[in-house]
């Protein structure tokens, strides 16, 4: 078993309530009747000393603290207890167990409030300990899904690496035979070498994004102040090299300060500008802006708007997903992971990423990330 799967049954383990454990059924009701005597042994020292109408909260904590750490049945003997000795050494006459008429409510009173709190207490006892159980529930299994999701990252980079091997054979060797046997090869079996290697050519780019997915969600965030307007700059620099002879109108507001890794945040803006740039592909001029909205007191949110094909907003839950595209691959290349490692970053970053447009009408992509480190 590897590590990543013995440290996530190890998390998965559920802890023991952080209640009193127990007591034996004797034990519990010894502690029960010492607590009341304790509680009559003070009263009536501080009765001796002209202390009074100590006898009740003393008596009524003796039934509380029976309640909440011994069990139901230790608070009732407490709550007879107390009733039978707050009788006979309180309520009038003194030192019998009879009660004067003029002293029935206030004894009752009594019985019945100690009543009350020995329910209270075992009923609080009682959710206590369910939201406990429920707690330790939801971390085994938050445990059980981290450790599903490092499997599955490990899966998915273990299956993404094994696959470049093969794949540069195929590419290689069809290369090779294009290139070789040029000669004897007729139009049909040149287009499927063709064939062959854009297709090759596409998975090696899938296999190259579905790695870089996964190192996202496994990668360390080294969290620093960013400069965005920079970092759009650096991201737009780098977009620029593959755009040619395009004619597209840039518009770019002055932003604010944020707060996070600064290569994952550097992805992100490359990813949703160069998903602005390829579908505004259709569209003379192409415009494309990038600005912020008015910040939250915690967080910065900057978008990117493009005049491009849009989308329905019908499918906007599936923009984020993996693999998930809304546009067919001959109309606009990508492999629909982008958007995905866009959403993780974001959420690494305690935010999110969402989208908005409209079919023909363009569409603005948003992020949400901190302000500074506090957040």
């Not at 009074?52 to 904590?61: A, D, I, Y």
């Amino acid at each position: 078993m590897d590590q990543a799967n013995l440290d996530g049954k190890q998390a998965a383990e559920p802890r023991k309530p952080d209640l009193p454990k127990p007591l034996s059924r004797i034990r519990r009701y010894c502690l029960s009747a010492l607590g009341v005597s304790l509680a009559l042994g003070v009263a009536l020292l501080l009765h001796r000393f002209h202390f009074g109408n100590v006898e009740v909260p003393l008596l009524l904590f003796a039934v509380a603290v029976a309640a909440w750490y011994e069990g139901v049945g230790a608070a009732v003997l407490a709550w007879a207890l107390s009733c039978i000795g707050f009788d006979y050494f309180f309520v009038e006459p003194i030192y019998s167990f009879a009660v004067a008429p003029s002293e029935i409510p206030y004894f009752v009173v009594f019985a019945l409030f100690a009543a009350l709190v020995t329910w209270f207490s075992t009923v609080r006892r009682r959710v206590e300990r369910q939201l406990l159980q429920a707690r330790d529930d939801l971390e085994k299994r938050s445990a059980e899904l981290a450790a599903s999701n490092k499997e599955l990252e490990a899966f998915a980079y273990s299956i993404s690496h094994d696959l470049r091997a093969p794949l540069r054979h195929m590419s290689g060797f069809s290369e090779l035979l294009q290139k070789n046997s040029a000669q004897v090869l007729d139009a049909k079996s040149k287009r499927y070498i063709g064939v062959i290697l854009e297709s090759a050519k596409k998975m090696g780019a899938l296999i190259d994004d579905l790695l870089s997915f996964s190192r996202i969600g496994r990668a360390e965030t080294n969290k620093t102040a960013v400069n965005l307007g920079q970092l759009v700059e650096e991201a737009l620099a780098e977009v620029r090299r593959d755009l040619g002879d395009r004619k597209i109108v840039w518009e770019v507001d002055k932003l604010p300060a944020a707060y996070g890794d600064r290569a994952m945040l550097r992805l992100v803006l490359v990813n949703l500008i160069s998903n602005a740039v390829k579908f505004t592909r259709t569209r003379t001029p192409a415009e494309i802006q990038i600005g912020q909205t008015p910040a939250t007191d915690d967080q910065v949110v900057i978008f990117v708007r493009d005049n491009g094909v849009g989308f329905d907003m019908k499918y906007v839950g599936k923009l984020f997903g993996v693999f998930q595209r809304l546009h067919s691959g001959d109309a606009f290349e990508g492999t629909g992971i982008g958007l995905a490692t866009v959403q993780r970053i974001a959420h690494r970053h305690g935010g999110r990423a969402w989208g908005e447009g409209a079919v023909d009408q363009g569409a603005t992509f948003y992020l949400s990330i901190s302000k500074s480190k506090q957040n």
